[in-house]
Nanobody, 127 residues
Framework: VQLQASGGGLVQPGGSLRLSCAASGLTLDYYGVGWFRQAPGKEREGLSCISSAYNRTYYADSVKGRFTVSRDNAKNTVYLQMNSLKPEDTAVYYC?????????????????????WGKGTQVTVSS
């Protein structure tokens, strides 16, 4: 089982990036998937999480209205579209998947229990 997060980079404030979480060895459609980030010296933060049932989404207040999580089952990939980026969005971003069938809110608030993690991708928002 492998998750691969990609799409990070350097972007100016107000810009956009789309992160991808591609899976091998599991079918993401059957998993809850979350996007998390961790900035230096800070706790890991759950940003956007999507449940396996009905694709219900949850967004942290810090990204609500700016970030959108979505699935492409044909590509076995989950995306995080990030718009209106701010310098405080600078962090390493991770995707994770879990099969227990919990809500997006649960996954975003309980990242310790996520079964599978990808390596992070760096997002830097700076002028």
């Amino acid at each position: 089982v492998q998750l691969q997060a990609s799409g990070g980079g350097l972007v100016q404030p107000g810009g956009s990036l789309r992160l991808s979480c591609a899976a091998s060895g599991l079918t993401l459609d059957y998993y809850g998937v979350g996007w998390f980030r961790q900035a230096p010296g800070k706790e890991r933060e759950g940003l956007s999480c999507i449940s396996s049932a009905y694709n219900r989404t949850y967004y942290a207040d810090s990204v609500k209205g700016r970030f959108t999580v979505s699935r492409d089952n044909a590509k076995n990939t989950v995306y995080l579209q990030m718009n209106s980026l701010k310098p405080e969005d600078t962090a390493v971003y991770y995707c994770a998947a879990d099969h227990r069938g919990y809500s997006g809110s649960y996954y975003c608030h309980n990242y310790h229990g996520m079964a599978h993690w990808g390596k992070g991708t760096q997002v830097t928002v700076s002028s």
